[in-house]
């Protein structure tokens, strides 16, 4: 596997972020900042983009580094319009969307490195274009839509009962 001491962390800590976020998925249809699981995962995630940045398989700055600055801009973004736009509006369907992004941007290199690493010795996939890879990630890319899609319709619910009440 050859994981650095920071690989480690940074995997350990990913790991987390990605439990917190499925778990706030299921129970409240969104990554939700307003309850812990929604926290950890905003937290562990900066601390895994931040840590991402030390890490770099062929050395030298990458796309991997890239996107784990997207992946920071989006959580910094949605976490402000949390706390500085309170309420049931419309910056709520712009803070559901852009945690979504940010947990579809963290699959990208969570899939890669998973699937050409585990089993160790034998991983499912030879590298980045093997199709399993593919496939995966398209498999991903629909659910984010399907849940893109059903987060906007329950925040509309939500918005129209703030205004009836």
Known sequence: MGLSVLGIFHTII???AIVAALVSFVRFGKIN????TGKIYFYFTIITSLTALGLSKHGGFNAGHILSLIILIL???AFYLHNKKPGNNKARYFENFLMSFSFLLSMLPTVNETLTRVPVGHPLA???NDPLIGKTLLIIFILFMI???????KQIKINKSEIIS
């Not at 900042?33 to 812990?36: E, P, V, Y």
């Open 126 to 128: 030879k590298d980045i």
């Open 147 to 153: 849940g893109s899609v059903y987060q906007v319709v």
């Open 75 to 77: 959580v910094a973004v």
């Open 14 to 16: 990913g790991v987390i």
């Open 33 to 36: 900042l307003g309850n812990i």
